[in-house]
């Protein structure tokens, strides 16, 4: 199975930045996608950013031109700088990575999560 550990999280102050990472681990696979979600209690998972392989990196809404992904595929690690942060930023940061093993279907694997809060 592919392992995902995130690091990063924090408080930190409304208009400050935090960078998340996010490292997988395994054997037999390649990654199709990296990115990071979020949910807060009583919420669904949102998008936060997902970059593929191949093809044009998303962001939701809520984070546009201030949140930037970006991957090291030599390390296997995605990246979440996140910049002017906001309250309404508060949430629980989940990595996220859509890989296939030994070019079979694409699955799913998701990190622990890491707390980041933003305070007013």
């Known amino acids: 199975q592919v392992q995902l550990v995130e690091s990063g999280g924090g408080l930190v102050q409304a208009g400050g930045s935090l960078r998340l990472a996010c490292v997988a681990s395994?054997?037999?696979?390649?990654?199709?996608?990296m990115g990071w979600y979020r949910q807060a209690p009583g919420k669904q998972r949102e998008l936060v950013a997902r970059?593929?392989?191949?093809?044009?990196?998303t962001y939701g809404d809520a984070v546009k031109g201030r949140f930037t992904i970006s991957r090291d595929n030599a390390k296997n690690t995605a990246y979440l700088q996140m910049n002017s942060l906001k309250p309404e930023d508060t949430d629980v940061y989940y990595c996220?990575?859509?890989?296939?093993?030994?070019?079979?279907?694409?699955?799913?694997?998701w990190g622990q999560g890491t707390q980041v809060t933003v305070s007013s």
């Open positions: 996220n990575t859509e890989f296939r093993r030994d070019g079979g279907y694409l699955r799913n694997a």
């Open positions: 395994g054997t037999g696979f390649s990654i199709n996608a």
């Open positions: 970059m593929p392989t191949s093809g044009s990196t």
